[in-house]
């Protein structure tokens, strides 16, 4: 059975980092693509970045409001993905979800993109 499970969300102050995992079993994770989300308190999730799988040839997505302070990266000996967070903000306080798509990023900020998702861990950037 495929599972997802995100780790390493905390409390931080502006301008700190995390990194966050998100750990795979059931199926290697660079068969697909793997998107992180988040959603904040009163907010819709949206989608921060993808990583398509390893045989699409394509490159990582980011959203605008993450693009240089985040970076998506798998580890495929250990079936891991990461999103390396630096230079956090108050805004970037959310719950953070990993999930599983198809091959390519093409779609993932639709949540209908997602086949299965992790059950977050929460990041809270203190001003």
């Known amino acids: 059975q495929l599972q997802l499970a995100e780790s390493g969300g905390g409390l931080v102050h502006t301008g700190e980092s995390l990194r966050l995992s998100c750990d795979a079993s059931?199926?290697?994770?660079?068969?697909?693509?793997i998107g992180w989300y988040r959603q904040a308190p009163g907010k819709a999730r949206e989608g921060v970045s993808c990583?398509?799988?390893?045989?699409?040839?394509?490159?990582?997505t980011y959203a605008d409001s993450v693009q240089g302070r985040f970076t998506i990266s798998r580890d495929n000996r250990k079936n891991t993905v990461h999103l390396q967070m630096n230079g956090l903000k108050p805004e970037d306080t959310a719950v953070y979800y990993c999930?599983?798509?198809?091959?390519?990023?093409?779609?993932?900020?639709?949540?209908?993109?997602?086949?299965?998702w992790g059950k977050g861990t929460p990041v809270t950037v203190s001003s």
């Open positions: 999930a599983v798509g198809s091959l390519y990023c093409s779609g993932y900020t639709s949540l209908a993109w997602v086949d299965y």
């Open positions: 059931g199926f290697p994770l660079d068969l697909k693509a």
């Open positions: 990583l398509p799988s390893s045989s699409s040839g394509d490159s990582a």
